[in-house]
């Protein structure tokens, strides 16, 4: 499920790192969050991912998390379009500040992706 929701350089970017702050808490998100949560029935991964951005967004200073779900979104299937209006669909419940500030992150990731993906 991790290969699937986060790619490599996510992975590297993280995990690894934080295992030498946090000695085994790296472990237990994979297990209890990849391996875990996930996996529960109930909801699809594009539902989680849904939660996931409006989670994200609405916290605020979570730059780097809220970047990676963009991307995971896509991955999963997810269209650039539906990205977007995850974040205008957020505006009149969290604020309109909180709503662009996501949106921007949102703009950037899914301006990486593209040249990630030689567009």
């Not at 990849?34 to 200073?61: E, M, P």
């Not at 809220?66 to 896509?74: A, I, P, Q, R």
């Not at 209006?85 to 009149?92: K, T, W």
């Amino acid at each position: 499920m991790l290969d699937l929701l986060q790619d490599e350089a996510t992975q590297q970017a993280t995990l690894p790192g934080l295992e030498q702050v946090a000695p085994g808490y790296a472990d237990w998100i994979i297990t209890a969050l990849f391996g875990g949560t996930y996996l529960r029935d109930g909801l699809s991964l594009r539902d989680r991912q849904l939660i996931n951005l409006a989670a994200l967004t609405a916290v605020g200073g979570v730059d780097p998390q809220l970047s990676g779900h963009v991307k995971t979104s896509l991955r999963i299937g997810m269209t650039r379009q539906e990205v977007i209006e995850v974040f205008v669909h957020l505006a009149p419940y969290i604020g309109v500040p909180k709503a662009l500030a996501g949106l921007r992150v949102a703009a950037a990731a899914l301006a990486d992706a593209d040249q990630e993906a030689g567009r």
